[in-house]
């Protein structure tokens, strides 16, 4: 993969910090380079479901985020990605303070882009693989923002 300079990793910021859904998970950008991208965010009770572990919804829409981002690294600068379907397995309980979501492209077109991203709880110390989406995203010329 190639590297992607400070000001797109400054542009890929800012695009996070826009992000209403991210804001309300207090989720944080923790780490960006060229096709791969990790998010993070802190257990609270509005994330929670019945039983006191992160809510389904909030573990699809981390690892949505992070692999959507995942493929704005690496296309073209005028340009957007949407999210075109995924497929999300939840594979264990994610009882923890934590969640840490590593989006990752697995192959990068002209207008789709295949992702993969794992999300993983974090528990006393120990890291635990709770979900593992596949997801394609659309590449359309940005139109702007409304």
Request: hydrophobic share 45%; glycine share 8%; with cysteine.
């Amino acid at each position: 993969m190639t590297e992607i300079s400070n000001a797109r990793k400054e542009e890929i910021a800012n695009s996070f910090s826009k992000q209403g859904l991210m804001k309300t998970f207090n989720a944080t950008l923790e780490e960006v380079s060229a096709g791969r991208i990790m998010i993070s965010m802190p257990y609270a009770d509005s994330v929670s479901q019945q039983h006191q572990y992160f809510h389904g919804g909030v573990i699809g829409a981390l690892a949505d985020s992070a692999c959507g981002y995942a493929a704005i690294t690496l296309i073209p600068n005028d340009s957007a990605a949407l999210t075109a379907e995924y497929k999300i397995n939840l594979l264990a309980p994610a009882d923890g303070n934590r969640l840490v979501a590593i989006g990752k492209v697995l192959k990068a077109g002209r207008t789709l882009v295949v992702c993969q991203g794992d999300v993983f709880v974090e528990a006393q110390g120990k890291r635990t693989l709770c979900a593992t989406m596949l997801m394609t995203m659309c590449v359309i010329k940005n139109l702007g923002h409304k």
